[in-house]
C-alpha cells in the first residue's frame, strides 16, 4: 500500500473512531495536531509516514476516557496497523510516540522506571499536539473539557500545583484556571523543535493577556 492510500484509510478509521468524542478531543483536534506536524516536519529531517500515522493516531483512545488505561490507545493502533500490513518497525515507532507523547508522561513518576523514548518524529508530533493545547484553541479547549468533567472555572482558595507527580496529575480535579499554570504556560518552554518554539510564542502570549482580562473581570474591574 502506499503512503497516500495508507493515510487516507487511517483518516478515516480515526474519524469513525473518534465520532463521539468529547469536542477537545475529536476529530478535528487530530486534523489540527495533523496539520501543525506537517508545517513542523517541513523545517526537519523525518520520516513523512512515521509523523503522519503518530499525528492521526495519538489520541485514538486517550486514557483520561478510559478510567486512566494507558494500554487501550496502543493496542488500537496496532490493531489497526497490523491489519493495514503497515512494516512492523514503523508501527513500533508510532505505538512508542503515542504511549510517550503526553504532557503526564513529562512528570517525575516514582514508581516508573520506564526508559523515557525520544525521536525526531516524536518530537514533531508531541510539538503539533502541544500547540494545539496553548493559544485561544488551547483555552477553548480546556474549558470544554472542565465543563464536560464538571469543574469549576476558577476558585481562588484553590491554588495551581505546579509540582505534580503524574498520579497526581491524573487524578486532578482542580478549577481550569488552575490547568493553565499547572501545564498550559509551561508548554512553550517545553517545544522541542525551533519551528514548534517559534509557533508556540504567539499563542502563549495570547493566553496571558486572557487571564489578565479574566482576572480583571472576575474582581469587577472590567
Same mark, same amino acid.
Given at each position: 500500500?502506499?503512503?497516500?492510500?495508507?493515510?487516507?484509510?487511517?483518516?478515516?478509521?480515526?474519524?469513525?473512531?473518534?465520532?463521539?468524542?468529547?469536542?477537545?478531543?475529536?476529530?478535528?483536534?487530530?486534523?489540527?495536531?495533523?496539520?501543525?506536524?506537517?508545517?513542523?516536519?517541513?523545517?526537519?529531517?523525518?520520516?513523512?509516514?512515521?509523523?503522519?500515522?503518530?499525528?492521526?493516531?495519538?489520541?485514538?483512545?486517550?486514557?483520561?476516557?478510559?478510567?486512566?488505561?494507558?494500554?487501550?490507545?496502543?493496542?488500537?493502533?496496532?490493531?489497526?496497523?497490523?491489519?493495514?500490513?503497515?512494516?512492523?518497525?514503523?508501527?513500533?515507532?508510532?505505538?512508542?510516540?503515542?504511549?510517550?507523547?503526553?504532557?503526564?508522561?513529562?512528570?517525575?513518576?516514582?514508581? @516508573?522506571?520506564?526508559?523515557?523514548?525520544?525521536?525526531?518524529?516524536?518530537?514533531?508530533?508531541?510539538?503539533?499536539?502541544?500547540?494545539?493545547?496553548?493559544?485561544?484553541?488551547?483555552?477553548?479547549?480546556?474549558?470544554?473539557?472542565?465543563?464536560?468533567?464538571?469543574?469549576?472555572?476558577? @476558585?481562588?482558595?484553590?491554588?495551581?500545583?505546579?509540582?505534580?507527580?503524574?498520579?497526581?496529575?491524573?487524578?486532578?480535579?482542580?478549577?481550569?484556571? @488552575?490547568?493553565?499554570?499547572?501545564?498550559?504556560?509551561?508548554?512553550?518552554?517545553?517545544?522541542?523543535?525551533?519551528?514548534?518554539?517559534?509557533?508556540?510564542?504567539?499563542?502563549?502570549?495570547?493566553?496571558?493577556?486572557?487571564?489578565?482580562?479574566?482576572?480583571?473581570?472576575?474582581?469587577?474591574?472590567?
Amino acid at each position: 500500500m502506499n503512503t497516500d492510500k495508507l493515510i487516507n484509510k487511517t483518516i478515516k478509521f480515526v474519524k469513525r473512531t473518534l465520532q463521539d468524542a468529547e469536542g477537545g478531543h475529536d476529530w478535528f483536534h487530530i486534523h489540527r495536531v495533523f496539520s501543525n506536524a506537517q508545517r513542523i516536519a517541513k523545517d526537519e529531517d523525518v520520516n513523512y509516514l512515521v509523523v503522519s500515522l503518530g499525528a492521526l493516531l495519538h489520541d485514538i483512545a486517550d486514557a483520561k476516557f478510559y478510567n486512566g488505561d494507558e494500554t487501550i490507545g496502543p493496542a488500537l493502533a496496532t490493531s489497526f496497523l497490523k491489519s493495514e500490513k503497515v512494516d512492523p518497525d514503523i508501527i513500533k515507532h508510532v505505538v512508542e510516540i503515542i504511549e510517550n507523547i503526553s504532557f503526564k508522561s513529562s512528570l517525575t513518576d516514582p514508581n @516508573n522506571t520506564h526508559k523515557k523514548f525520544n525521536s525526531i518524529e516524536f518530537q514533531v508530533v508531541q510539538d503539533a499536539d502541544r500547540l494545539d493545547a496553548i493559544g485561544a484553541i488551547g483555552i477553548a479547549r480546556a474549558f470544554n473539557y472542565g465543563g464536560f468533567k464538571n469543574r469549576a472555572l476558577y @476558585n481562588p482558595l484553590i491554588v495551581p500545583n505546579l509540582y505534580m507527580s503524574k498520579a497526581e496529575y491524573k487524578k486532578s480535579t482542580a478549577p481550569t484556571i @488552575n490547568h493553565f499554570y499547572e501545564k498550559l504556560l509551561v508548554l512553550k518552554d517545553k517545544m522541542n523543535t525551533n519551528t514548534g518554539r517559534k509557533l508556540a510564542e504567539k499563542r502563549h502570549q495570547f493566553m496571558l493577556t486572557y487571564l489578565e482580562q479574566f482576572y480583571k473581570e472576575w474582581n469587577g474591574q472590567l
